[in-house]
Nanobody, 122 residues
């Protein structure tokens, strides 16, 4: 079965860095678009970043120039390098997959990992 497993979260001080990983199994990783989402306590889930099968990347304005998404198809792993972390980045981070030809991009994310917690203190 399809499985996405996030790791790499933790507690850091403002200005610090973390690298999240999402290891995929049970499907052909290289032909799917992948994305990172976050959900803070009491808030709605929000999109953070995404990457296509041709390595085109997109970022939410709130993380642009601080976060970098990447993928290693040989390792079937998605990454999110987070630099210059801020308290407002505190959330549970999830990776998700979607068929790259999904007409509605956001609705196309239908499979998720269990999440990894990121806590940034000031």
């Amino acid at each position: 079965q399809v499985r996405l497993v996030e790791s790499g979260g933790g507690s850091v001080q403002a200005g610090g860095s973390l690298r999240l990983s999402c290891t995929a199994s049970g499907y052909t990783f290289s032909i799917y678009c992948m994305g990172w989402f976050r959900q803070a306590a009491g808030k709605q889930r929000e999109w953070v970043s995404s990457i296509t099968t041709t390595y085109k990347t997109s970022y939410a304005d709130s993380v642009k120039d601080r976060f970098t998404i990447s993928r290693d198809n040989a390792k079937t792993t998605l990454y999110l390098q987070m630099n210059g972390l801020k308290p407002e980045d505190t959330a549970t981070y999830y990776c998700g997959r979607r068929a790259c030809n999904s007409p509605d991009v956001m609705a196309g994310y239908k499979t998720w990992g269990q999440g990894t917690q990121v806590t940034v203190s000031s």
